[in-house]
Nanobody
C-alpha cells in the first residue's frame, strides 16, 4: 500500500507559476514510478508527466512540454510538478499516481498506475 497526498494547487493568473507536491508514504518510494495526470470538468483524465523510479528519465504530454517539469526527491518521498507559463486551459484537478515496478522506464498509461492521490485544484484565470 502507498498513500499519496497532493498539495500546492490554487488560483493563478495566466502566465504565472505553481509547484505541486505529492508526498508518498507506506512503501519504499524508489520502488515506484510516478506520474501526474489532470482532469478538467467534463473531460477524461489525461496524462501530464511521468518520472521513473530513480528520477533519471522523464516524459511529458505535448501540451505541457517546455512549461512543466516533473521531479522527485527520493530522500523525502516526494514528487513535484513545477508549472510555469500557465494557461487557462491548464485549469483542472491534478492527480499524482504511483506504480510499483522493477521497470526502469517511465509509465505514461493511466490504467498502469496502482495508487492515486485525492487531487488538487489548479485554476488559471485569463
Amino acid at each position: 500500500q502507498v498513500q499519496l497526498v497532493e498539495s500546492g494547487g490554487g488560483l493563478v493568473q495566466a502566465g504565472g507559476s505553481l509547484t505541486l507536491s505529492c508526498a508518498a508514504s507506506g512503501r519504499t518510494f524508489t520502488t515506484c514510478a510516478m506520474g501526474w495526470f489532470r482532469q478538467a470538468p467534463g473531460k477524461e483524465r489525461e496524462f501530464v508527466a511521468a518520472i521513473n523510479r530513480l528520477g533519471g528519465s522523464t516524459t511529458y504530454a505535448d501540451s505541457v512540454k517546455g512549461r512543466f517539469t516533473i521531479s522527485r526527491d527520493n530522500a523525502k518521498n516526494t514528487a513535484f510538478l513545477q508549472m510555469s507559463s500557465l494557461k487557462p486551459e491548464d485549469t483542472a484537478v491534478y492527480y499524482c499516481a504511483a506504480r510499483f515496478t522493477t521497470f526502469i522506464g517511465v509509465v505514461t498509461t493511466l490504467s498502469d498506475y496502482d495508487y492515486w492521490g485525492q487531487g488538487t485544484q489548479v485554476t488559471v484565470s485569463s
